[in-house]
Nanobody
Framework: VQLVESGGGLVQPGGSLRLSCVASGFTFSSYAMIWHRQAPGKERELVARISSGGGSTKYADSVKGRTTITRDNAKNMVYLQMNSLKPEDAAMYYC?????????????WGRGTQVTVSP
């Protein structure tokens, strides 16, 4: 079971980035997917969530209107399109899901992809 993020980088304020997360080892289409972020010295923040089928999404107020979470269940991919980036969006971004099987729950995280927003 693995989540691997990519797409981070350095972007100027006002710019855009699309983060990607590829999943493997589980039935991707059965689980909601979540993007989190954490900046140095700050608490982890849930950025966006998408339902298993992609029909329902939720966003943190801090990114609402600037960010879109989507998924491609045929490719086992989830994406985070971020526009109008601000310096406060700089953080490590993590892909996450919670797998439930029988009585067991597994909280799966990727290693993250760094987003830097700077002139």
């Amino acid at each position: 079971v693995q989540l691997v993020e990519s797409g981070g980088g350095l972007v100027q304020p006002g710019g855009s980035l699309r983060l990607s997360c590829v999943a493997s080892g589980f039935t991707f289409s059965s689980y909601a997917m979540i993007w989190h972020r954490q900046a140095p010295g700050k608490e982890r923040e849930l950025v966006a969530r998408i339902s298993s089928g992609g029909g329902s999404t939720k966003y943190a107020d801090s990114v609402k209107g600037r960010t879109t979470i989507t998924r491609d269940n045929a490719k086992n991919m989830v994406y985070l399109q971020m526009n109008s980036l601000k310096p406060e969006d700089a953080a490590m971004y993590y892909c996450n899901t919670v797998l439930v099987a029988g009585l067991g729950v597994s909280d799966i995280w990727g290693r993250g992809t760094q987003v830097t927003v700077s002139p």
